[in-house]
């Protein structure tokens, strides 16, 4: 419902209405969930407006609770569920205000049943009823059902100009061609049992079906499917990527773990160099006396090795005293007649 006003037909204290840049204001019930009434953009207002609201015979004036704004300037009213009533006449005042000077509209009386717009319809689904008979079928969010007649449009691939029908809850196409593609388009309004308005709500999401279309199924299946497209494979992507990079920043890290490194054996030896300035023997504590038994020049002590004779054998007398002849050194040993042992052994 919306009030006009002609060419400086409406003139209050010097104001018109098209000076001031207001044309009517338009109250839409959506859904019945909530409701706007909206008089003008912020290109064309010039004034400043208030808007205050009752309905007849019911309930006192009062003033819009929730400013619609555009930039600062107010260009509309938001009714929330609470504050409406159908089948009760309702009216509105707008107060527009220029300087010191206020110019009051009043509207004619509205019936609210008379302005819903129902949300479009959703859950568009294609079946194959027999082999050229399609059935499309749909659900509506606007919560009575009974109160609503739908338009359905389509069109083949083929097809320039759209084909248009009013029908109930379910359309039949009676025969498709398989080598042609369709797309199909819904909307719903209030019927005439129900109130009496043109307002038809939003074209659906479309459905297709055909040889060339992936979706003979419902609208929310194509939704689907764009989701993964558009949205989960880009993510997927990014992520992997992301893996990548911290890979190849941490690779050195991998390399490790997959080939360890050879150790290396040099700060064990730094005490040999450093300390033991190469002396390999003393760095491995080899005892001095086995050191010295390794050089070339080395001689060993004599050392005699002699066995007893038997208690019963006769002992001769030495010639000379009572002393063995004493052996001269580097001259090999002369036998001996008269030794007091029976066998001697010199170890060298």
């Known amino acids: 419902m919306s009030i006009t006003g002609t060419a400086c037909v409406h003139r209050v204290v010097g104001l018109c209405w098209e000076e001031l840049g207001f044309f009517g204001v338009e109250c839409v019930l959506f859904n019945e969930e909530y409701m706007t009434c909206m008089w003008g953009s912020r290109e064309t207002l010039t004034a400043n407006y208030s808007l205050y609201y009752w309905y007849e015979n019911r309930s006192p004036v009062e003033e819009c ?71 499309l079928t749909w659900t509506s969010p606007y919560p009575k059902a009974q109160c609503l007649e739908h338009a359905v449009k389509y069109k083949s691939n083929k097809d320039t100009n759209w084909t248009h029908q009013v029908k109930g809850d379910i359309f039949s196409l009676p025969s498709v061609d398989y080598e042609k593609y369709y797309t199909f388009y819904v909307r719903s309004k209030i019927n ?43 993510i997927a992507s990014c992520l992997l990527l992301l893996v990548l990079v911290v890979l190849l920043v941490r690779m050195e890290r991998v390399w490790v773990i997959l080939m360890p490194r050879i150790p290396n054996p040099s700060k064990n030896f730094d005490e ?29 002590n004599i050392c005699y090795v002699s066995e007893l004779p038997p208690k019963d054998s006769c002992e001769p007398l030495w010639e000379s005293g009572n002393h063995p002849p004493s052996v001269m050194p580097g001259a090999p040993a002369a036998p001996r007649e008269h030794s007091p042992y029976k066998n001697s052994y010199v170890g060298v």
């Open 65 to 135: 609770k929730h400013y619609l704004q555009d930039q600062g300037v107010s260009i509309g009213c938001y009714f929330n569920r609470s504050e409406i009533i159908q089948f009760q006449p309702f009216r509105v005042l707008i107060n527009a205000s220029l300087g010191s000077r206020t110019l009051k509209i009043l509207s004619k009386p509205m019936e609210l049943q008379d302005l819903v717009k129902p949300e479009a319809p959703v859950n568009l689904t294609i079946r194959n009823m027999s082999s050229n008979q399609l059935q």
């Open 192 to 234: 005439s049992y129900c109130g009496s308005t043109q307002l038809w709500s939003e074209w659906s999401v479309p459905v297709v079906w055909g040889s060339n279309s992936t979706s003979k199924g419902t609208a929310e299946e194509q939704l689907h499917w764009f989701w993964i497209h558009t949205v989960l494979i880009p």
């Open 272 to 300: 040999l160099f450093i300390t033991h300035n190469g002396n390999f023997q003393e760095w491995a504590g080899v005892p001095k006396d086995v050191v010295e038994s390794f050089r070339p020049n080395y001689s060993e």
